[in-house]
């Protein structure tokens, strides 16, 4: 009967010992040897003389956010930190997005005030009931900068459907107006 206990006994104590080593410090990954670990937490708010307006989510419905930046973002850079989300700071203050776990990572690019942002997957129809709230953060972010007065939405260069609050999927450039009753007071 001791025998057995015993061998049940080493068994777990080596298979303690197995497995990560236990550091003191955290190590920096090496993204030269790992190249798909991609950094999307938003880090402490830094602060400049620049700011971006982004979107997000509160109570289901879209929220302005202002952040302060060290220059002003082209719009791919703003893209990038409206798909990152909200700071720890914002989501402390109820902010979230409809944009997280979607995997979306776009491309933007600006012609004649017209921004075309390029899905290479799907963020509409993915289940999701906030598919609109998604797509309406995209649009009001993008047309606050001067330079874009409206949006369309493409896929391997083809345009998509986009769901609005109140009409069926379209095709054709939206606004910021397109989204309007989402906005609070609205």
Known sequence: MRRPLALVT????????CGVPEEDTAREIDRSRHPRVVDTAPTAQPSGPASERLFLVRDGQLASVQRRLPSEP??????ADL???PTDAEQQQG???ALIGSDAAA???????TATVELPVAIEGTGRNDDVLAFGQIVCTLTGRRD???????RQGQRIGVPRPDAPLTQQPLRADDYASLLPGE
Do not use: H, N
């Open 83 to 85: 798909l990152r989300g």
């Open 74 to 79: 082209d719009a791919q850079a703003l893209l």
């Open 10 to 17: 080493a068994v777990c104590l080596l298979a303690a010992g």
């Open 107 to 113: 491309t933007v690019t600006v012609v004649d005030g």
């Open 95 to 97: 902010l979230g997005s």
């Open 148 to 154: 874009i007065l409206q949006v369309v939405f493409t």
